[in-house]
């Protein structure tokens, strides 16, 4: 694959990480041969950094490394797309996605939606864990330990079971929201990274 791709005449080709599981696009940034030959060789994404004139393993310093599922290139071969299970925020600044700012007279946030909100809960809740700021719900759970919080998982699943079978459909959705909030908690006390689910689920696909 790597000699059917167009290399510009400083040797990159850019590459756009795009979220497996929730479709939405992370970052682009540019490859070099090293950097794809050690993408494809790590299973991870490295990138080369045009500023520092060097390869980068994203996600060395801040933890949140790319998995990559599959890489493809256009029709023409001069671009790459990186279809990948994100560790966690893909952007430096900690959103989701670098691309999260409105082209607007004034710069606007984006609102995370989808699926996309269950990596962006999933981070906040990490962040949690490691500040343990007081007053915290997220922080109570997590000092209670792995046994208290399984327990609310199996509460809320009742409770959602309940919503369904004699609630409306509001109510089933809040118990949704619930079951799925305490699920994340148990992944980040047990220390189960939400990426490893997203491959479980794609392996169940078709």
């Not at 080709?13 to 060789?41: C, H, S, W």
């Not at 996605?97 to 609102?111: A, G, K, R, T």
């Not at 990490?126 to 327990?151: C, F, M, V, W």
């Amino acid at each position: 694959m790597a000699s059917e791709i167009s290399i510009d005449d400083k040797g990159l080709v850019p590459a756009i990480a795009q979220d497996a599981f929730t479709g939405r696009v992370l970052m682009i940034a540019y490859m070099n041969d090293e950097a794809i030959e050690k993408t494809v060789q790590t299973g991870q994404v490295w990138f080369y950094s045009r500023s520092r004139q060097e390869i980068w393993h994203k996600g060395e310093t801040s933890g949140n490394f790319l998995d990559v599922r599959s890489i493809q290139m256009d029709c023409d071969g001069d671009a790459l797309l990186l279809q990948v299970y994100p560790h966690g925020p893909a952007c430096h600044t900690g959103n989701s996605s670098c691309f999260y700012q409105e082209l607007d007279n004034e710069v606007e946030l984006v609102q995370q939606s989808g699926a996309g909100i269950l990596q962006e809960l999933a981070g906040v809740i990490h962040q949690r864990n490691l500040d343990r700021p007081e007053g915290s719900y997220t922080t109570k759970l997590l000092e209670d330990g792995t046994g208290s919080i399984a327990q609310k998982v199996v509460e809320e699943a009742g409770e959602t079971v309940v919503a369904a079978l004699s609630e409306s459909k509001e109510r089933l959705a809040s118990e949704t929201a619930d079951l799925l909030y305490h699920t994340l908690v148990l992944l980040e006390e047990t220390q189960v990274p939400l990426e490893q689910v997203w491959k479980e689920l794609d392996a169940r696909r078709g």
